[in-house]
């Protein structure tokens, strides 16, 4: 299976995935695409020889579907048949979803259907949740909403700051991607809970 990743930055999702794309794996990264062309992701994509796309959104303003027709155009060039959004922090259109579903999946730093939305870790530390974690889902209109295909689950601690937080459930994150994507890649859309 041929699989196209969506960054907007460091791309750590990304390299966790790409990473476990070995010889045995049923998928193959053909495409790393960015809405930001400085995305360090871009680059660290690039020096494992990989495919990228730069498709800025800024000259695009508002128009959302414009900036969708330029990056579809890339995407269509390296004919994925998965895409994987991973840290992509762009709200992309019913249109653009609907060409996909089914095959384009997410992973949200929070325990769906909990926190949709931004600022995920500290709103679980003002909440006071004892637990927090991170969801990979099927990307369908409703924003974080798609069937959920896997969770993996950290502690919140007392004293812990938003930062602390992310950086223990993105841990999780590079664990819980690659096993999804397997699984995914499969036709198993049995959901995995770590
Ligand atoms: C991370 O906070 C992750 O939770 C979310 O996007 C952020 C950056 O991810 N998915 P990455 O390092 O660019 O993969």
Request: hydrophobic share 45%.
């Amino acid at each position: 299976k041929r699989v196209a990743i969506l960054i907007s930055g460091g791309g750590s999702n990304m390299l966790a995935l790409v990473r476990d794309m070995g010889p045995d794996h049923p998928c193959r990264p053909v495409l790393v695409a960015s809405n930001d062309p400085a995305a360090s992701g871009l680059a660290r994509a690039a020096a494992l020889g990989i495919d990228t796309a730069a498709v800025d959104h800024r000259p695009f303003g508002r128009d959302r579907e414009a900036f969708e027709a330029a990056l579809t155009e890339r995407l269509e060039a390296a004919r994925p048949d998965i895409i994987c959004l991973a840290g992509f922090m762009r709200i992309l259109t019913p249109s653009f979803i609907a060409r996909w579903e089914g095959r384009m999946l997410n992973i949200h730093p929070s325990l769906l259907p909990k926190y949709r939305g931004l600022h995920t870790h500290a709103r679980a530390i003002e909440a006071g949740d004892a637990e927090h974690g991170v969801s990979v889902h099927e990307v369908t209109a409703e924003l974080d909403g798609g069937p959920v295909l896997g969770q993996a689950r950290v502690p919140v601690h007392p004293d812990d700051t938003p930062e602390r937080l992310a950086a223990r459930v993105l841990e999780k994150e590079h664990i819980l991607y690659p096993m999804v994507l397997r699984r995914f890649a499969m036709g198993d859309r049995t959901p995995i809970r770590l």
